[in-house]
């Protein structure tokens, strides 16, 4: 056993994991697309460590305005003024839809989620916050009451103010639609009677991911998201887009809510707004929200809350992708290279069930059986996993689910070796 692995295993207490069963691969170093393991083997990551590495690993230009912002102000607290902060949050504001020109800066996306439901509370006056079932938010006390997956249920204290409720997933659909206008007009017309059951009076938000990732990057169906919006303002209900993972490029556009022509109340974001590179996450304001805290003083705040560290590799990310046709790029990898391909692995392999994505931003659900959408144990996923890796391909494995999720700056031909290595990879795991 190496010192790395021998010193984590006795002194680092792991995310979502039973902590004897851990057995994490030690990586020494990163570039563009690659990862290097301690024994010097190297994969292609798709699975940009957990879908934030948007520019990729080491990009020269950020990794620079880090280093110069180290050295001329490395730190400073939230209530004095620094460029880089103001600047970032110009760039940030200047991606959203127009009215929304303000950024409260948070240390991630969990704080995020955190703050914008509190604003959007304070804004109201309501106290219940609606979100879906297949859904992921955070790990913080408000932000997992409102994440729907398994993860929410052992820190469910009933307390928390959230009502959950279904949105649109076509292929295991809840209402038992057989098109995309079926699935779209069912699952507004639930969401509507769950807002009505509920009293729309006591609503402040209804929260939702533009692109539910963790759950398995579920595409909403045409017309949905219009709905949600239009039942909002119905009842006075704020609009909270969570774009922490389908953000800054990684759905092919700016933000994944500007493929559906939609205009949030609340934008929080994270991950890709710098790729990670230093924490940081946000609130993006609708000018209403940002009135309400003209002459009121928002109750909340965090220590490291725009990082010049943060901020400046933001900048330089932001600026990269503009410079680089970051995002067109990653738009054009989903249309001609990865989707084509994924459906190509769809006719050939029975164990597939469906692929869905956009951009950069992709899951392959494995079924047992096609015809009654079985899902594929989670033992034999981790076997194909296992194959990708010997293969050298890091993928994320979610469920039943294979997710491709790699940097938007990745080429053609990387693109296609990931998919040959999942192609060889489910000849030889599945059988």
Same mark, same amino acid.
């Given at each position: 056993?190496?010192?790395?692995?021998?010193?984590?295993?006795?002194?680092?207490?792991?995310?979502?994991?039973?902590? +004897?069963?851990?057995?994490?691969?030690?990586?020494?170093?990163?570039?563009?697309?690659?990862?290097?393991? =301690?024994?010097?083997?190297?994969?292609?990551?798709?699975?940009?460590?957990?879908?934030?590495? +948007?520019?990729? *690993?080491?990009?020269?230009?950020?990794?620079?305005?880090?280093?110069?912002?180290?050295?001329?102000?490395?730190?400073?607290?939230?209530?004095?003024?620094?460029?880089?902060?103001?600047?970032?949050?110009?760039?940030?504001?200047?991606?959203?839809? =127009?009215?929304?020109?303000?950024?409260?800066?948070? +240390?991630?996306?969990?704080?995020?989620? =955190?703050?914008?439901?509190?604003?959007?509370?304070?804004?109201?006056?309501?106290?219940?916050?609606?979100?879906?079932?297949?859904?992921?938010?955070?790990?913080?006390?408000?932000?997992?009451?409102?994440?729907?997956?398994?993860?929410?249920? @052992? +820190?469910?204290?009933?307390?928390?103010?959230?009502?959950?409720?279904?949105?649109?997933?076509?292929?295991?659909?809840?209402?038992?639609?057989?098109?995309?206008?079926?699935?779209?007009?069912?699952?507004? /017309?639930?969401?509507?009677?769950?807002? =009505?059951?509920?009293?729309?009076?006591?609503?402040?938000?209804?929260?939702?991911?533009?692109?539910?990732?963790?759950?398995?990057? %579920?595409?909403?169906?045409?017309?949905?998201?219009?709905?949600?919006?239009?039942?909002?303002?119905? *009842?006075?209900?704020?609009?909270?887009?969570?774009?922490?993972?389908?953000?800054?490029?990684?759905?092919?556009?700016?933000?994944?809510?500007?493929?559906?022509?939609?205009?949030?109340?609340?934008?929080?974001?994270?991950?890709?707004?710098?790729?990670?590179?230093?924490?940081?996450?946000?609130?993006?304001?609708?000018?209403?929200?940002?009135?309400?805290?003209?002459?009121?003083?928002?109750?909340?705040?965090?220590?490291?809350?725009?990082?010049?560290?943060?901020?400046?590799?933001?900048?330089?990310?932001?600026?990269?992708?503009?410079?680089?046709?970051?995002?067109?790029?990653?738009?054009?990898?989903? /249309?001609?290279?990865?989707?084509?391909?994924?459906?190509?692995?769809?006719?050939?392999?029975?164990?597939?069930?469906?692929?869905?994505?956009?951009?950069?931003?992709?899951?392959?659900?494995?079924?047992?059986?096609?015809?009654?959408?079985? @899902? %594929?144990?989670?033992?034999?996923?981790?076997?194909?996993?296992?194959?990708?890796?010997?293969?050298?391909?890091?993928?994320?494995?979610?469920?039943?689910?294979? *997710?491709?999720?790699?940097?938007?700056?990745?080429?053609?031909?990387?693109?296609?070796?990931? %998919?040959?290595?999942?192609?060889?990879?489910?000849?030889?795991?599945?059988?």
């Amino acid at each position: 056993m190496s010192r790395t692995r021998e010193l984590d295993r006795r002194h680092v207490f792991h995310s979502w994991s039973a902590q +004897n069963r851990v057995d994490p691969m030690v990586l020494t170093r990163a570039e563009g697309a690659y990862v290097w393991d =301690e024994n010097g083997d190297r994969y292609l990551d798709f699975t940009s460590q957990l879908v934030y590495t +948007n520019l990729g *690993h080491g990009h020269p230009g950020v990794v620079a305005a880090i280093q110069e912002q180290a050295a001329r102000l490395c730190t400073v607290a939230p209530q004095f003024a620094n460029d880089r902060r103001a600047e970032a949050a110009r760039m940030i504001a200047e991606r959203a839809p =127009e009215g929304m020109d303000r950024v409260f800066f948070t +240390n991630g996306g969990a704080d995020a989620v =955190e703050h914008a439901v509190r604003m959007a509370r304070l804004h109201t006056g309501r106290p219940k916050v609606l979100a879906a079932y297949r859904s992921y938010h955070g790990g913080t006390q408000t932000a997992i009451n409102l994440t729907g997956d398994w993860r929410r249920v @052992p +820190n469910d204290t009933a307390t928390a103010g959230v009502v959950h409720f279904f949105g649109p997933y076509l292929y295991r659909s809840e209402f038992h639609a057989t098109t995309p206008q079926e699935e779209s007009e069912r699952a507004l /017309a639930h969401l509507r009677r769950t807002v =009505e059951a509920e009293g729309p009076a006591t609503i402040a938000a209804i929260v939702l991911e533009t692109i539910p990732g963790t759950a398995g990057v %579920l595409m909403p169906p045409p017309g949905y998201l219009a709905g949600v919006r239009e039942l909002c303002d119905e *009842h006075g209900i704020l609009l909270v887009c969570d774009e922490v993972m389908a953000g800054f490029g990684r759905a092919g556009a700016w933000l994944a809510i500007d493929l559906f022509g939609l205009r949030p109340d609340l934008i929080t974001f994270a991950k890709g707004v710098n790729s990670g590179y230093v924490p940081l996450g946000g609130v993006i304001l609708g000018d209403a929200v940002a009135d309400t805290f003209g002459d009121r003083p928002y109750p909340g705040g965090l220590t490291y809350s725009g990082h010049p560290l943060a901020a400046a590799a933001a900048v330089a990310t932001l600026t990269a992708m503009e410079e680089e046709d970051v995002v067109d790029r990653a738009a054009a990898l989903g /249309a001609t290279v990865i989707a084509p391909g994924l459906a190509d692995l769809e006719k050939r392999h029975a164990v597939i069930g469906e692929v869905r994505g956009t951009g950069v931003f992709w899951a392959v659900e494995l079924v047992a059986d096609r015809g009654t959408r079985e @899902p %594929l144990p989670v033992a034999a996923v981790a076997a194909v996993a296992a194959e990708c890796r010997a293969r050298g391909l890091l993928p994320l494995p979610n469920a039943n689910r294979v *997710h491709l999720v790699p940097p938007c700056t990745i080429s053609d031909d990387q693109a296609c070796e990931a %998919l040959d290595i999942l192609d060889a990879a489910l000849a030889r795991a599945v059988r």
